[in-house]
């Protein structure tokens, strides 16, 4: 099983100010790696997959990079609405498996 | 507009059995894969089960013998049996469509079924 590994668990950041999340896996998953966004009492939601591609509707300040063993999902200019807990997750292989998630947090 | 429903969820004994069912709309489960996954409280996310448009199953080690995913092509829906159910089977339970074309990223996500295994 490939084991992500997602730091820091908590991040402090304030409002306009630059985040970057880091995401490690335990071996290659090549760039099948998405990136997911979620608010408490709310379902996930896809921001970037392919490493790199955003998905529909996500603003260009959310930016996603790295291959093979790191990668990181940068958030430029935060505003309230990206105060919450991102994942990764691997599908290079089975089982799929996520990463024990990042808290953006206001600082 | 795709959407996904789940429904079914609650509240069982430990060693009980539970059926989680998953309404799609927008698109058909017979040609893209759906997959579950849950939320134990306060935890990450945890992969359990994929349905694959050819029919084949997938399950994650800690429910594999337990769990059954299954679909009905004619009404759009993704069924989980879960079976022995445990107290660590507690969690939200989210029906997911994969992103296609063998990339098993999620792109879309219902609501989430809450499942609480305790006597």
């Known amino acids: 099983e490939i084991v992500m590994t997602q730091s820091p668990a908590t991040l402090s950041v304030s409002p306009g100010e630059r985040a970057t999340l880091s995401c490690r896996a335990s071996?290659?998953?090549?760039?099948?790696l998405a990136w997911y966004q979620q608010k408490p009492g709310q379902a996930p939601r896809l921001l970037i997959y392919?490493?790199?591609t955003r998905a529909a509707g996500i603003p260009d300040r959310f930016s996603g990079s790295g291959s093979e063993t790191e990668f990181t999902l940068s958030i430029s200019s935060l505003q309230s609405g990206d105060f919450a807990v991102y994942h990764c997750?691997?599908?290079?292989?089975?089982?799929?498996?996520f990463g024990g998630g990042t808290k953006v947090e206001i600082k | 507009e795709v959407r996904l429903v789940e429904s079914g969820g609650g509240l069982i004994q430990p060693g009980g059995s539970l059926r989680l069912t998953c309404v799609v709309y927008?698109?058909?489960?017979?040609?893209?894969?759906v997959t579950w996954v849950r939320q134990a409280p306060g935890k990450g996310l945890e992969w359990v089960s994929i349905?694959?448009?050819?029919?084949?199953?997938v399950y994650a080690d800690s429910v594999r013998g337990r769990f059954t995913i299954s679909r009905d092509n004619s009404k759009d829906m993704v069924y989980l049996q879960m079976n022995s159910l445990r107290a660590e089977d507690t969690a939200v339970y989210y029906c997911?469509?994969?992103?296609?074309?063998?990339?098993?990223?999620?792109?879309?996500w219902g609501q989430g079924a809450p499942v609480t295994v305790s006597s």
């Open positions: 997911a469509r994969a992103g296609g074309d063998s990339a098993f990223y999620i792109d879309f």
């Open positions: 927008g698109f058909s489960v017979s040609t893209n894969d």
């Open positions: 392919g490493a790199s």
């Open positions: 997750q691997q599908y290079n292989d089975w089982p799929l498996t």
């Open positions: 071996q290659s998953v090549s760039s099948n």
């Open positions: 349905i694959h448009t050819d029919g084949r199953e």
